[in-house]
């Protein structure tokens, strides 16, 4: 069993920064990739970036391309999403997700833990 915390959401300014984290716990050495997914009102999930628990591989949105950028802290079993430029249409709950079997991926089905989330508004 893996555990994921989300941490760090909160409201800011279009073209603000922030830093959102992800927290793992539990069986943390079963782990091959971490994805970030968000959901905003009235949408459906959407991928946002994914990450290899080696930290070798990313991958990311087009949508999100050159304003985040994804880290792993190894020695705090953690990744943060560093969120850059913020817009308004970032406005969601963001999860983090862990996968056992696999490479990073940007299919949620391809995903077996989850956060409970963290909300991110961006305000105009």
């Known amino acids: 069993q893996v555990h994921l915390v989300e941490s760090g959401g909160g409201l800011v300014q279009a073209g603000d920064s922030l830093r959102i984290s992800c927290a793992a716990s539990?069986?943390?050495?079963?782990?091959?990739?971490v994805g970030w997914f968000r959901r905003a009102p009235g949408k459906e999930r959407e991928f946002v970036v994914g990450?290899?628990?080696?930290?070798?591989?990313?991958l990311y949105a087009d949508s999100v391309k050159g304003r985040f950028t994804v880290s792993r802290d190894n020695a705090k079993n953690t990744v943060h999403l560093q969120m850059n430029s913020l817009k308004p249409e970032d406005t969601a709950v963001y999860y983090c997700?862990?996968?056992?079997?696999?490479?990073?991926?940007?299919?949620?089905?391809?995903?077996?833990?989850w956060g409970q989330g963290t909300q991110v508004t961006v305000s105009p």
């Open positions: 990450v290899s628990w080696s930290g070798e591989s990313t």
């Open positions: 997700a862990a996968r056992t079997v696999g490479w990073t991926s940007s299919r949620a089905l391809d995903y077996l833990y």
């Open positions: 539990g069986r943390t050495f079963s782990m091959n990739a």
